[in-house]
């Protein structure tokens, strides 16, 4: 079975420019998750998909962020403009969901994002 | 925030046990001990879970203590590989919660040859 996938792995930016992530989950997975972890902190949690639906997405920094899902399957994070403060690792992460019971995440590598 | 609190790091002998532990002292009823971890440029990897019951798998061993305000992830023989950034998170398995992980800070084990 294929794993997350996440594209670009990485990308280096000016400020002010725009940036898309993509995300594809693992097949048959419903629920995708965007983390971020920034220099020095910890992996935060950004959103939370239910197949093209948002469930949670009370991590989203600010309005300069817009995540998407359409069809359900694959996921792309945009961020314009870009931020110096932007630059970290975004993650994206799947896992089913049967009986009313979420199974673990499985991440991707991540996409390196820069901003200069 | 999270719910859990780890040793900031532990060495680890190769070919040795290395016994994280994991301290969630305000656990409730619908949440799960989940382990994962960061191996260097790469995303968390999951590891294992359990609710109250001592769990093993082909990677780890998790062992709860009865009053669930505590675990230790068990690394049965420790290799260079295993090397990382230890996450122990509590999970709420709840129809009506997201399901999502809060990391903390997690154990740098740093297995030594």
């Known amino acids: 079975e294929a794993g997350v996938t996440q594209f670009p792995s990485h990308s280096v930016i000016e400020k002010g420019q725009t940036v898309t992530l993509r995300c594809d989950p693992i097949s048959g997975h419903d629920n995708l998750y965007w983390y971020r972890r920034v220099m020095g902190k910890e992996i935060k949690f950004l959103l939370h998909?239910?197949?093209?639906?948002?469930?949670?997405e009370s991590g989203m920094p600010n309005n300069r962020f817009l995540a998407e899902r359409t069809g359900g399957t694959y996921s792309t994070l945009k961020v314009q403009p870009a931020e110096l403060e932007d630059s970290g690792v975004y993650f994206c992460?799947?896992?089913?969901?049967?009986?009313?019971?979420?199974?673990?995440?499985?991440f991707g590598n991540g996409t390196r994002l820069t901003v200069t | 925030d999270a719910k859990t609190t780890q040793p900031t790091s532990m060495d680890c002998a190769e070919g040795r046990a290395a016994n994280l532990p994991c301290n969630h002292s305000t656990i409730s009823g619908n949440e799960y001990v989940y382990w994962y971890r960061q191996i260097h440029s790469q995303g968390p990897q999951y590891i294992i879970h359990?609710?109250?019951n001592n769990e093993t798998n082909e990677m780890a061993s998790l062992i709860i203590t009865e009053d669930r305000k505590s675990s230790t992830l068990i690394l049965p023989h420790a290799t260079l590989r295993d090397t990382a950034v230890y996450y122990c998170?509590?999970?709420?398995?709840?129809?009506?919660?997201?399901?999502?992980?809060?990391f903390g800070q997690g154990t740098t084990l740093q297995v030594k040859p």
């Open positions: 359990g609710l109250k």
């Open positions: 992460a799947s896992s089913q969901r049967t009986g009313g019971y979420n199974s673990p995440l499985h």
């Open positions: 998909f239910v197949k093209e639906s948002k469930q949670d």
């Open positions: 998170i509590v999970r709420d398995h709840g129809s009506s919660n997201t399901g999502k992980l809060i």
